[in-house]
Nanobody
């Protein structure tokens, strides 16, 4: 599975961005999807995950109520809508995929990773 993340950029605090991650998988609905982020000098942290159907989502406490993960299985794409952005959201954002019908929120759970897209939030 190849993943291509896009949609990052520079935004002011309080603004919004929508990240997209396009997957090459033949049967995209066989995969749980996740978003992670990594700030300079820090570990890669969980942001959000969604199960195969989109019926179950789970978020890190730091983004709950501000970010929304969704997927379109017909387009082989997962999205991360980010609202009310804060400077501490600045990081490289990665999408990840893992086979299975549950959802997963640890780095070790995922088998496939995209290349990352930079999100910078200015104060």
């Amino acid at each position: 599975v190849q993943l291509q993340a896009s949609g990052g950029g520079l935004v002011q605090a309080g603004g919004s961005l929508r990240l997209s991650c396009a997957a090459s998988a033949q049967t995209f609905s066989n995969y749980a999807m996740g978003w992670f982020r990594q700030a300079p000098g820090k570990e890669r942290d969980f942001v959000a995950t969604i199960n195969w159907s989109g019926g179950i989502t789970y978020y890190a406490d730091s983004v709950k109520g501000r970010f929304t993960i969704s997927r379109d299985n017909a387009k082989n794409t997962v999205y991360l809508q980010m609202n009310s952005l804060k400077p501490e959201d600045t990081a490289v954002y990665y999408c990840a995929a893992r086979g299975g019908r549950s959802y997963f929120y640890t780095v070790k759970s995922y088998d496939y990773w995209g290349q990352g897209t930079q999100v910078t939030v200015s104060s």
